[in-house]
């Protein structure tokens, strides 16, 4: 059967989300994951609509890849097609040719997983390395240790500390409480968990956001962030390891993150906090 690429419509994003969660494996390198969907979902349904795109082989879903920003498509694969050259091939064909509707023309870049062929098919057709990622990753087999932070679940009631928290740390104003209300409502928020770290004094301090995948299956973090008045003092790590308790908690079989490289002191406050990093990434970006 031939394989075919298509942009889902918003009442297809559940069963998009359930097959990403099904893909999940702690046997592979990182990948896109359904809380890169939940977060995005902050835009509203129709915009993570229209941001997804697929491919299916006799209306099975064989990849699935996600515009995050209109020049940056990040995708992954079914777990029997990483290796095939047929998938590959025609998620290669589509990705390149900016008439096939899946990236623009100009400057662009691709993330696929480390070891797909995808990522390597790309390389030979010319697109160069482009950005370097470092994935983190925290075994959750044992208990983790207890923050020295106190740390509460947010509600839609209880979101407004929380937003603040992330538009210090982001320098994003644009982080309203509608603004998480609407992130919340999406599918993959079911299966996630919005924390705020408030110190001694019970000031807001820290805050993350971690995506369950199903029991047995990597939980991402995404995104974590401390408060621009807060840095330096450990919350960071405090809020890292609440994270990875509430996974364990929600049945999670490690949890990941992915940052740039650059970012050494985002890499440095992860593996303060029992996250081990793996080989980088490399995105592929259209050759000039």
């Known amino acids: 059967m031939p394989i075919t690429s298509s942009t889902p419509a918003p009442d297809r994003l559940a069963h998009v989300v359930a097959t990403l969660r099904a893909w999940q494996d702690e046997a592979v390198p990182l990948q896109l994951h359904p809380g890169d969907l939940g977060w995005f979902w902050r835009f509203g349904t129709d915009a993570v609509a229209a941001a997804v795109r697929t491919w299916s082989r006799d209306d099975e879903l064989v ?121 919340a409502a999406g599918v993959p928020s079911a299966e996630a968990r919005c924390l705020l770290g408030r110190d001694a004094s019970g000031v807001p301090v820290a805050g993350v956001t971690v995506w369950s995948a199903g029991p047995g299956r990597p939980g991402l973090l995404e995104p974590m962030g401390v408060h621009a008045e807060h840095r330096g003092r450990g919350y960071g790590r405090a809020i890292c390891l609440a994270a990875a308790s509430t996974l364990r908690a929600l049945g999670a079989s490690s949890a990941q993150v992915c940052t740039p490289t650059s970012l050494t002191s985002a890499v440095a406050t992860y593996r303060s906090a029992g996250y081990e990093p793996g080989p980088v990434r490399l995105d592929r970006t259209r050759p000039t």
């Open 63 to 183: 990849a699935i890849g996600f515009l995050d920003g209109p020049d940056a498509l990040r995708l992954t694969l079914t777990p029997g097609a990483w290796r095939s050259d047929e998938v590959a091939r025609q998620v290669v064909a589509d990705v390149v040719d900016p008439r096939r509707g899946v990236l623009p023309e100009g400057a662009v870049v691709v993330e696929s997983p480390n070891a797909s062929r995808v990522h390597e098919l790309l390389g030979e057709r010319g697109w160069p390395a482009g950005e370097s990622w470092t994935p983190l990753r925290r075994d959750l087999r044992a208990p983790v240790p207890e923050p020295d932070l106190h740390v509460e679940e947010v509600s839609a009631e209880t979101c407004a500390d929380f937003t603040a928290v992330h538009r210090s740390a982001w320098g994003n104003e644009r982080f309203t409480d509608e603004v998480w209300r609407t992130m």
